[in-house]
């Protein structure tokens, strides 16, 4: 079993739809959860980041953390053409602690049609 | 002002070459990352420094080697290249090891021919 599993897609929403990309993962250890935005031939930009379990909201971005299921949330709300691109969970053990680091999803491709 | 930079951007060569890529953060960061993403976009953590020492060194072949000059910069060099190493390689930093967040480069583009 992958560290982190995800949906690959593609995705694709007409425009204004609700999106709902999820991630599971199977460290228990896992406490930050980080969701990236990745356009073609970019690289990742954070949109998100959550600490434990619970909900982030921001703007049309709502991040949430089950830690019990071990499984993580991003929604988009009013999504927009211009949110169309790759998008990477991505979560890591500990801050602070040497020899942790950045484990990533697969990433979901999402197309938002007009 | 560009907070992680790698440079070059593209970078196509022959087999058996040699190459470098080079990255600087400008955001007072302490921990640096080398990614490599592979064609179907999985990223993958190759090593990692922490204050110009190595913590991380996944299983990577040893024709792959990072130097870090200082905390600001995280070069990746490597021999002897063959067509499995085309990828595209990422840099990025935290402030700390395994962070709240890491910042990502744009990414070297590199082909092996």
């Known amino acids: 079993q992958k560290e982190v599993e995800q949906d690959p897609g593609p995705l694709s929403v007409p425009e204004g739809a609700i999106v709902s990309l999820n991630c599971t993962y199977s460290n228990s250890a896992f406490q930050y959860f980080m969701w990236y935005r990745q356009y073609s031939r970019k690289g990742p930009e954070l949109l998100m980041y959550t600490y434990s379990s619970g909900n982030k909201e921001d703007g049309r971005f709502t991040a949430q953390v089950d830690k019990s299921s071990k499984y993580i949330s991003l929604f988009i709300r009013d999504s927009q053409p211009s949110d169309s691109a790759t998008y990477l969970c991505?979560?890591?053990?500990?801050?602070?602690?040497?020899?942790?680091?950045?484990?990533f999803g697969p990433g979901t491709r999402l197309s938002v049609l007009p | 002002d560009t907070a992680v930079s790698q440079t070059p951007k593209y970078l196509v060569t022959q087999m058996g070459n040699d190459k470098s890529i080079k990255c600087e953060q400008n955001l007072g960061h302490d921990t640096m990352y080398w990614y490599k993403q592979d064609s179907k976009k999985f990223l993958k953590i190759m090593f990692s420094?922490?204050?110009?020492?190595?913590?991380i060194n996944e299983t990577v072949p040893n024709r792959f080697s990072p130097k870090s000059p200082d905390k600001a910069h995280l070069n990746l060099h490597i021999n002897s290249l063959e067509l499995g190493d085309s990828a595209v390689y990422f840099c990025a930093s935290s402030q700390v090891a395994g962070g709240t967040e890491a910042f990502f480069g744009q990414g070297t583009r590199l082909t092996v021919v």
């Open positions: 991505a979560m890591s053990a500990s801050g602070g602690n040497y020899g942790q680091n950045f484990v």
């Open positions: 420094y922490n204050n110009k020492e190595l913590i």
